[in-house]
């Protein structure tokens, strides 16, 4: 099984600030890489996948990048709808594991 | 647009049974694939199963395999998730997810909670 890691749970950020989150898994994905967005009580958005092509109506300020076994989410000026859970996923293997997730808060 | 509901969940006694299903709208049903994703209280989120646009393929978390068996039927575009034998471990809130290409999730339900308590 790929294990993917978040190597951050939280990450305090203030509004305007960029926020650079990463992922890690432990053997190559290429890149078969998504990156989820959650907030309290609703369920996971799709942001980006492809490791780097947003999904249908996200913002510009939401990019991705990596391959292979590093990878990189990005919110370039953080908005505040932006707090939330992120998670990375993996679907280069079955199972389809996700990381654990990393909480963007308010600094 | 895309909609996915899953139906209600509920209480469960540890080794019951319950089924779920996820009626889909607003895309040609027939051509997707669909996944199950699980979320303990405060936890992370667990794929749990994936079946094929034609149900001729279905894929299993080892934590379920055996116990869990999905099905669909393309004429009520639904999916369904049989879940036998539960134990608290699977207690969660369950999300169907429309299988993006090639295996992402690009649309979520709400989500059901399922408790297995006695």
């Known amino acids: 099984e790929i294990v993917m890691t978040q190597s951050l749970a939280t990450l305090s950020v203030s509004p305007g600030d960029r926020a650079t989150l990463s992922c890690r898994a432990t053997q190559s994905v290429s890149n078969s890489l998504a990156w989820y967005q959650q907030k309290p009580g609703q369920a996971p958005r799709l942001l980006i996948y492809?490791?780097?092509t947003r999904a249908t109506g996200i913002p510009d300020r939401f990019s991705g990048s990596g391959s292979g076994t590093e990878f990189t989410l990005t919110i370039s000026s953080l908005q505040s709808e932006d707090f939330a859970v992120y998670y990375c996923?993996?679907?280069?293997?079955?199972?389809?594991?996700f990381g654990q997730g990393t909480k963007v808060e308010i600094k | 647009q895309v909609q996915l509901v899953e139906s209600e969940g509920g209480v469960v006694q540890p080794g019951g049974s319950l089924t779920l299903s996820c009626v889909a709208s607003g895309f040609s049903f027939g051509s997707y694939g669909m996944h199950w994703v699980r979320q303990a209280p405060g936890k992370g989120l667990e794929w749990v199963a994936a079946?094929?646009?034609?149900?001729?393929?279905?894929y299993y978390a080892d934590a379920v395999k055996g116990r869990f068996s999905l099905s669909r039927d393309n004429s009520k575009n639904t999916v369904y998730l049989q879940m036998d034998s539960l134990g608290a471990e699977d207690t969660a809130v369950y999300y169907c997810?429309?299988?993006?290409?090639?295996?992402?999730?690009?649309?979520w339900g709400q989500g059901t909670l399922v408790t297995v308590s006695s």
């Open positions: 997810a429309r299988r993006g290409n090639p295996s992402f999730f690009d649309y």
């Open positions: 079946i094929w646009s034609d149900g001729g393929s279905k």
């Open positions: 996923q993996q679907y280069d293997d079955w199972p389809l594991t």
């Open positions: 492809g490791a780097s």
